[in-house]
């Protein structure tokens, strides 16, 4: 359980990795399996048919040589696609095997519903559950905290090994089963069912085999039939026309034509494609529960970032205590205390430390007035405090205690007024507080914007990208955290309801926008289900992330850029062998038809650019060229091409096409007479 996980991917280089790949090349085999990727499958229905003719020419002497060749390199071919994607899926599965090992029988401390507390098995644990986590002990699965603060150690989880703080009463309330409490005690409610926790989920995805094809790659894979399904028509009425002419083709030299013409190359490497994508994406600490948000990413250009926990560090901190002109500073500091006793929000429990702080009072020596009712913070009133025998005392938004001074007939001095403005003008957040003789003054919660977020959202905007920050807090306060932050609009005052509809505002028929949205608490849930590509922070709540397609391990949204990134980069990179794989067909195409024709029509020999030594050698050399290509394009595959976002869009089809599209005409020249010079001196050519 202590094993660390790294946060990198293993190289693919490794021999385990290598042998494993080499091995599921051959499993892939399987018709029922390969008939997923329908171009491979019709290369290896090709490979079938050669090699029984082989095994025929054997018996009858004829032509075995060179039948037996190209049925080799037309099984490599299939092997080397096979390998492909083997090789994708296992750093993927590399990485769920270490996951699984944080899975090992954990024991459970249940509490019942009398009080007491009972060992059972982790996995017998259900949704509604409530477990006692002590010091050192395992969190047995996925939930919320209910009760109690805790230091925790993520790093079976997300690699890194600084711990984190988890605590009841806020958007850090979310654990994740299969970490480590280091220290404090804590109460959990169980968020999900056995099988369906956050980490089974993790592994689920991780084991890329699962990945369901995207609709680009749909769409792709379409093509792909399509092309391949015209040259079969093509090959097989080939033989008719070439009889009328007077011309013999063997059956191993239409399999080989057939499989050269078709865009192998970009059919093999699909697979890996995607699959290297999403790992790509857990490199990053980002686990992708949905390849078509992965492949939205790409495409995204409006993202919405919730403030709290995403844009800022989410604990807004008590610096300061203000008082009215009627209210002595220590009379202040006494009421927020004490109507703070029972708040168990980060916000609360600061105020409780600086309060303590200014009266010089330790925590035990505190305690509430006798009878007194302490009144919890709801949405509806936006305050809350304590109700005692001879008095009420509220803390809250400036609005909310407004309302509050009101139903007693009084009213927020002017200079109250011009405190708050004030300390919303400067980015924090004004917290006022009331008794029954009306306001008392007001505390300052200074709100902290992450560091490196100015500089990634300007990145994000080079891309083409807006950025809009929401936020519950009153507009100066907004207006003064997006400036520091940098975003490119807010919406303050915001519900649940209004993230919901600024979204499907902006996904409209008339604007047509792909939205990504971050955020990590439960009120950004139903924003998070509408959004296209929707990322939870894992410190988040249950809620959050259970809403999400994408959940950052390391709960920075920073990350936004590199899941935008790499969204691109599995577009462009399908595009690049896409353009490439279609431009070797051209080279292909002036090995195998003069070697077809010339013999018969020696006035074609003049599309024998390259000077192929015989027919024979023309046909083996672009056969051996387009099986040998696969494997030494996996690295591009799994790598990927990267994007530049400091280019335009034009600019880089532009150099793509210049890359990938001339260099997929001229590498298969070069490639092709260099293997027919050596068959040829190796005396293989026929």
């Given at each position: 359980m ?38 491979m ?17 054997l ?13 080799i390199?037309?099984?490599f071919?299939?092997?080397?696609a096979?390998?492909?994607e083997a ?6 599965k ?12 954990v ?8 009080g ?22 395992i ?12 230091l ?12 984190v ?6 958007d ?18 169980i968020?999900?069912e056995t ?11 991780v084991?890329s ?11 792709l ?13 093509v090959v ?11 011309i ?6 239409l399999?080989?034509?057939l ?9 093999a ?9 999403m ?11 949905s ?38 500073l220590?009379?202040?500091?006494w ?29 035990r ?6 009878k ?9 009133s ?14 809250g ?7 509050f ?10 200079k109250?007024?011009k ?13 006022v507080?009331a ?5 008392m003054?007001?505390?300052?919660l200074?709100d902290?914007?992450k ?13 083409g990208?807006?950025?809009i ?5 009153n ?18 005052q ?5 993230k ?11 604007q047509?926008h792909?939205?990504?949205?971050i955020g ?5 849930a139903?924003a ?17 992330r259970?809403a ?7 709960s920075s ?9 790499i ?17 070797t ?6 090995a ?13 020999g003049?599309?024998?650019?390259m000077?192929?030594?015989?027919p024979?050698s023309?046909?083996l ?8 290509i696969?494997?030494l ?8 091409v ?9 600019e880089?089809l ?20 260099l293997?027919d010079?050596?068959i ?7």
């Amino acid at each position: 359980m202590k094993e660390k996980t790294s946060s990198k991917t293993s190289s693919i280089f490794q021999r385990k990795i290598l042998l494993e790949s080499f091995k599921g090349s051959f499993t892939r085999l399987n018709p029922l399996r390969l008939i997923k990727n329908p171009v491979m499958f019709v290369v290896e229905i090709g490979s079938v048919i050669t090699t029984v003719l082989t095994v025929y020419n054997l018996i009858s002497g004829s032509n075995f040589v060179f039948s037996l060749q190209i049925t080799i390199w037309l099984w490599f071919t299939v092997i080397f696609a096979n390998f492909a994607e083997a090789i994708a899926e296992s750093q993927g599965k590399a990485r769920a095997e270490s996951l699984r090992k944080t899975r090992n029988e954990v024991i459970a401390r249940k509490i019942t519903g009398k009080g007491q507390v009972e060992e059972v098995a982790a996995p017998t644990l259900v949704k509604g559950d409530t477990v006692l986590v002590e010091e050192g002990e395992i969190i047995p699965s996925d939930g919320d905290i209910v009760e109690g603060t805790s230091l925790v150690d993520e790093s079976a989880i997300t690699g890194e090994s600084a711990p984190v703080i988890r605590e009841s009463g806020g958007d850090k309330c979310g654990v994740t089963g299969g970490t480590k409490v280091l220290s404090g005690t804590i109460k959990i409610q169980i968020t999900v069912e056995t099988g369906q926790s956050f980490l089974d989920s993790m592994i689920n995805m991780v084991e890329s085999a699962k990945r369901e094809k995207t609709p680009n790659e749909k769409a792709l894979e379409i093509l792909l039939v399509g092309l391949t399904a015209l040259f079969i028509i093509v090959v097989i009425t080939l033989p008719a026309f070439a009889g009328y002419m007077g011309i013999t083709i063997s059956i191993p030299v239409l399999v080989a034509l057939l499989v050269c013409l078709m865009p192998t190359t970009i059919g093999a490497l699909l697979p890996a494609i995607g699959i290297a994508g999403m790992d790509r994406l857990l490199q990053h600490n980002v686990v992708a529960l949905s390849g078509r948000a992965v492949e939205a990413a790409g495409d995204v250009d409006v993202v919405l970032l919730d403030k709290t926990g995403t844009i800022t560090l989410g604990n807004r901190m008590a610096t300061e205590f203000i008082p009215a002109d009627s209210v002595k500073l220590e009379d202040l500091v006494w009421a927020s205390l004490i109507s703070s006793l029972a708040d168990e929000t980060p916000e609360g429990r600061s105020i409780v430390k600086l309060a303590k702080k200014e009266l010089n009072v330790r925590g035990r020596d505190i305690k509430p007035p006798k009878k007194s009712l302490f009144v919890p913070f709801t949405p509806e009133s936006r305050m809350s405090g304590i109700d005692t025998v001879s008095n009420k005392i509220r803390k809250g938004s400036a609005d909310a205690i407004r309302e509050f001074v009101k139903t007693l007939d009084k009213t927020m001095p002017e200079k109250m007024k011009k405190v708050v403005e004030d300390v919303s003008i400067k980015g924090d957040t004004p917290l006022v507080v009331a008794n029954e003789n009306g306001v008392m003054g007001v505390i300052r919660l200074k709100d902290i914007v992450k560091k490196g977020i100015k500089a990634k959202l300007q990145l994000l905007r080079r891309m083409g990208i807006k950025s809009i920050m929401i936020t519950g807090d009153n507009p100066l306060t907004a207006a003064s955290i997006a400036a520091e932050a940098g975003v490119d609009d807010f919406s303050a005052q915001a519900k649940p309801e209004t993230k919901l509809e600024m979204i499907r505002k902006y996904q409209s028929y008339e604007q047509q926008h792909l939205v990504a949205m971050i955020g990590d608490g439960t009120n950004d849930a139903p924003a998070l289900a509408q959004a296209d590509v929707a990322v939870a922070m894992s410190a988040g709540t249950s809620a959050a992330r259970e809403a999400a397609n994408m959940v950052d391990l390391d709960s920075s949204p920073s990350k936004l850029l590199d899941i935008v990134e790499i969204g691109k980069e599995i577009l462009i990179t399908r595009g690049a062998l896409t353009t490439f794989s279609i431009a070797t067909d051209v080279a292909k195409y002036f090995a195998i038809i003069p070697a077809v024709f010339a013999v018969a029509y020696p006035e074609l020999g003049i599309l024998n650019i390259m000077g192929l030594s015989t027919p024979a050698s023309a046909v083996l050399s672009a056969v051996i060229f387009n099986a040998i290509i696969i494997p030494l394009l996996i690295p591009l595959a799994l790598r990927g091409v990267k994007f530049r976002s400091t280019s335009s869009v034009s600019e880089l089809l532009g150099l793509n096409l210049l890359i990938y599209g001339v260099g997929g005409l001229i590498v298969p020249f070069v490639a092709i007479k260099l293997i027919d010079i050596l068959i040829t001196f190796l005396g293989l050519g026929g």
